[in-house]
């Protein structure tokens, strides 16, 4: 079990301090006194009540904030989609908090990105309270919000002090745990995409295992067959808290975030802007990892992308029309097309900047193919860790449903949303970029026990 007190103060420079352990709720008020003696206290939720043990977990958060503060709820607005960290659900958050001296969160990874967000414009520490093992993203300095309709990872601040609680943990809907565990997969796949990036020298890097091999080494312990429920349930906390102090340290979310991560954004984005539900974040993730271990399976063995030539490498003249084209059946307006564009043209100019480091990388092939085969993973340890917790492994099992033709839209809609290199981009710019393609990486990871 990592010692994860001492990584986060490493990790973060000083800037956190996490109390990890059952029991740790009891915790919350020493550690809101050690950063504040006495003034005004926001306490921040979802409105959604959270237990642990019969007892209600904000109700036992403020019996210990009570006496020596003066205490101002704010429930972060929620609309057909939960919590949605857009403008207006920032800049409200922020009004009502105003004047706080400290926020304490009460709840999952949005409400704490929120938070932290809130937190950095006012200028306030916070203390967050995770309420559930969902995501990597409590222990990080960035957060994930929604601009104009697209999702973009913004700096924003660490939370003060970090609490889990694993008995709250262990009291937490199970499909929550089970979106922690696709977002922990993830690392079996996305730290391929960032050495892509950062090789080709898109990315400025460098590429280090530093920030993703412990990581790695959690995943092990949270799927080893022979640990019982404690254990691998510490193992998960410890890759997801792991994997945000990483990102946190790195200053990206780019070491643990690639195809996979892409992927479940496509399909948030496209749900909100036709008004449907989409399933968790983490289970998307999940499901997406399995897709993206093919697709390397795929681009590595089958299309042998590695052995192009550097002339074979070229934005197709044809990109801004793509990329509108992609969107347009979203977002008729056009509008959801047009930012989408703004920042593959950022990611299309530091191509062509880079075309000496992309000789380069492929005068050096072999090394790097080496590499990205360590890297990419396998699509059935993907698919069998996620069976193990009960995770969904294929787009149908998710919650709702997500349908083959709305999987092969997300899959194919990969190049046409960010500014961030991956491997999908690589093809794209080899003129691999196809249905046929995209076919083929579905049928991969249908036969590895994910996929459609």
Not at 158 to 174: E, F, G, N, S
Not at 366 to 394: F, N
Not at 408 to 424: G, I
Request: aromatic fraction near 4%; hydrophobic fraction near 50%.
């Amino acid at each position: 079990m990592t010692d994860l007190a001492r990584a986060s103060l490493e990790h973060s420079g000083g800037a956190m301090t996490t109390t990890s352990r059952p029991g740790a709720l009891d915790a919350v008020g020493s550690l809101a006194a050690s950063l504040l003696a006495g003034g005004s206290v926001v306490l921040l939720g979802d409105g959604v009540p959270k237990c642990v043990g019969g007892d209600d977990v904000d109700a036992r958060v403020e019996a210990q904030l009570a006496e020596r503060y003066e205490l101002h709820h704010v429930v972060a607005p929620a609309g057909e989609h939960g919590v949605v960290l857009d403008e207006a659900t920032v800049d409200a958050t922020a009004v009502d908090a105003e004047g706080a001296e400290l926020i304490v969160s009460v709840g999952s990874g949005t409400v704490t990105d929120l938070a932290k967000v809130v937190g950095a414009r006012l200028g306030v520490p916070v203390v967050a309270v995770q309420t559930a093992a969902s995501v990597n993203g409590f222990a990080d300095s960035l957060s994930v919000l929604v601009q104009k309709g697209a999702k973009r990872t913004s700096p924003s601040a660490w939370p003060a002090a970090l609490v889990i609680d694993h008995d709250v943990l262990a009291d937490a809907p199970d499909r929550l745990t089970r979106s922690g565990v696709g977002d922990a997969v993830a690392v079996w796949t996305s730290p391929a995409d960032w050495y892509l990036a950062c090789a080709l020298g898109v990315d400025p890097g460098p590429y280090s295992d530093a920030f993703t091999a412990p990581v790695r080494d959690a995943v092990v312990a949270m799927t080893a067959p022979e640990a019982s429920d404690a254990e691998r349930m510490s193992g998960l906390v410890d890759a997801l808290t792991l994997g945000g102090l990483m990102i946190g340290a790195a200053g990206s979310t780019a070491p643990l975030s690639g195809c996979e991560h892409l992927l479940s954004h496509v399909l948030d984005m496209r749900a909100m802007a036709e008004h449907v539900e989409h399933d968790l974040h983490g289970a998307q993730v999940g499901v997406a990892s399995v897709v993206a271990a093919a697709l390397w399976d795929v681009a590595l063995h089958d299309e042998r992308i590695l052995d192009v030539a550097v002339d074979d490498l070229q934005p197709p003249a044809d990109l801004r029309e793509r990329v509108l084209a992609t969107w347009a059946p979203v977002d008729p307006s056009g509008a959801l097309g047009e930012e989408c564009w703004i920042a593959v043209e950022r990611k299309v100019a530091r191509w062509q900047e880079q075309r000496d480091g992309v000789a380069a990388f492929l005068d050096d092939r072999e090394r790097h193919r080496s590499e990205l085969e360590r890297l990419a993973g396998d699509p059935a340890s993907c698919a069998a860790a996620l069976a193990a917790w009960g995770a969904p492994a294929t787009f149908s099992t998710l919650t709702p449903s997500v349908d083959a033709d709305r999987a092969r839209w997300a899959l194919a809609a990969l190049p046409f949303m960010r500014d961030r290199m991956t491997l999908a981009d690589l093809l794209l710019f080899a003129g691999r970029w196809d249905d046929a393609l995209v076919e083929r990486v579905l049928a991969r990871a249908g036969e590895a026990g994910g996929g459609l």
